[in-house]
């Protein structure tokens, strides 16, 4: 999928912000690009910054589908948990680490989101594993982008 990027330059960090949103929302946007352009254009922290904000934002969002939208179809009685208490204990036990290390990916990290919400993971602790996850993708990110500054 080919994303025109060329507006960060019109919308700067704002553009930035909402790229990021969308991608972490439940939509497959691609934020690579957007912010290695951005580190290019503004100062590093700022758009680690920003891409942080816009990607929590983003999966509060999915979190909260998860936990409205999911558990509204999830079963009522005790006896119909059962069947469901062994996907909530896998979960409960590798489900933070799995926000941590996989819940910034596209095709991954959106399901993990939405179980987060529908198993009702707590927000703080969602959002603690889930930040650090995405600061350290996005410095990686970021890095890069610096070092291709030259190159390109």
């Known amino acids: 999928m080919v994303l025109d ?12 912000f909402i790229v990021n949103f969308l991608a972490f929302t439940i ?3 691609p934020v690579e690009a957007a912010i ?36 509204r179809f999830l079963p009522k009685s005790k006896k119909e ?11 409960e036990k590798y489900g933070a680490w799995s926000l941590l290390l996989f819940g910034w990916l ?14 009702g993971m707590k927000v703080w602790k969602f959002l603690i594993y889930s930040i650090i996850g995405r600061a350290i993708y996005f410095i990686l990110i970021i890095y890069l982008g610096i070092n291709l500054e030259g190159v390109l």
């Not at 990027?5 to 930035?16: A, E, H, M, P, V």
């Not at 948990?81 to 979960?91: I, P």
């Not at 959106?110 to 919400?117: C, F, H, Q, T, V």
């Open 5 to 16: 990027i060329s507006w960060i330059g019109s919308f700067g960090l704002l553009g930035l």
């Open 27 to 29: 939509l497959p946007i």
């Open 36 to 71: 290695i352009i951005a580190s290019f254009i503004y100062n590093p922290f700022l758009v680690l910054f920003v891409a942080i904000l816009g990607s929590t934002a983003g999966s509060l969002t999915t979190y909260y589908i998860g936990y409205k939208g999911v558990r």
């Open 81 to 91: 948990w059962k069947y469901n208490a062994k996907a909530r204990e896998l979960f």
């Open 106 to 119: 596209p095709l991954i990290g959106d399901p993990l989101i939405i179980i987060a919400g529908s198993f």
